[in-house]
């Protein structure tokens, strides 16, 4: 059975919806009434049943609003519109920075991908690791991939299952060149995790790879822990900085809330780092929160942070 055979026979739950798009069921339910989509089907007990192309615009919504475009100017547009305008909106970020014979090792990575060859698409990638070292291989190849195949992903493009399959085989090679360098007792001490709603750890491993380039204590909880149990391992753990990964497919108002009542229960003392692609939480990040717009801003945040600690 093809792929597009058998998505034609799959159709979501509001709330896998809600997990697979990053839209609210309380959106999902708005735009409904008030713009006419979605238009759910129903199953036998009267709940709501997503069809796949609804779900794939749905996607491409979310991306647009992510760029700052309005649902009441985009929710009625048709699919290829809305595909366009995303395409047209992520242009400058996804090639516009990047030299041509990058972006054609770029383009060759995710062909790797969605041609399903995978074993081919783990080689090459750890043949650029060895080529370029961690720092550039995270700068110059994984984020931009990340990029890459979050848009081909919100245009329907690329399938969760395959986007999964990326991240794997990403993640394989960060923890294994992780695990090889010597560990540090240097200050700070770095707490990593994402809260319960964020289940992607491609992000938080990436910045655990940073900051041990740059000579930090790394410490690393994995993905969805709960709020109380990061206080008790940020004390457990003598941590300086609990920094935290956020996708965006995280719900903002739940990223915001948490972040908030992570900075009530931490000492003073303890920093909170944030970053990611959670549009709202670089807008108005709340007090007590430093958020990174990218890894780039991991080295100078450290130097203030040590230069603010030098005799302690």
Aim: hydrophobic share 40%; charged share 25%.
């Amino acid at each position: 059975m093809s792929v597009e055979t058998a998505r034609a026979l799959v159709s979501l739950t509001i709330a896998s919806v809600e997990r697979d798009t990053g839209l609210s069921k309380d959106t999902l339910r708005v735009w409904e009434r008030r713009y006419g989509f979605p238009v759910p089907e129903r199953d036998a007990a009267g709940e709501r049943l997503y069809p796949p192309d609804q779900v794939d615009k749905l996607r491409t919504l979310k991306r647009l609003l992510d760029l700052g475009h309005r649902p009441g100017r985009i929710v009625g547009l048709p699919i290829d519109d809305l595909q366009r305008l995303a395409q047209a909106s992520a242009a400058p970020s996804l090639r516009g920075l990047q030299p041509v014979h990058e972006q054609d090792e770029l383009d060759g990575l995710l062909g790797l991908l969605t041609s399903h060859r995978i074993d081919d698409l783990r080689n090459d990638l750890a043949q650029l690791l060895l080529r370029k070292g961690l720092a550039r291989f995270i700068a110059e190849v994984v984020a931009p991939m990340n990029e890459m195949v979050g848009d081909a992903w919100s245009r329907g493009t690329v399938q969760i299952f395959e986007e999964h399959l990326y991240s794997e085989a990403v993640q394989r090679l960060l923890r294994n060149a992780i695990a090889s360098m010597q560990r540090t007792d240097e200050r700070p001490r770095v707490l990593l995790t994402t809260f319960p709603q964020e289940p992607h750890g491609l992000g938080i491993l990436m910045a655990e790879a940073t900051f041990a380039l740059e000579g930090c204590h790394c410490s690393s909880l994995g993905v969805q822990t709960p709020l109380w149990d990061i206080v008790l391992a940020a004390s457990a753990q003598r941590a300086d900085i609990v920094a935290l990964s956020f996708s965006a497919a995280v719900n903002p108002g739940q990223a915001l809330d948490g972040l908030t009542e992570l900075r009530d229960k931490l000492p003073s003392p303890v920093e909170i780092w944030a970053g990611g692609n959670c549009p709202t939480l670089h807008r108005r990040p709340p007090q007590g929160v430093l958020a990174l717009k990218s890894l780039d801003g991991v080295a100078p945040a450290l130097q203030r942070w040590r230069q603010a600690h030098k005799s302690s």
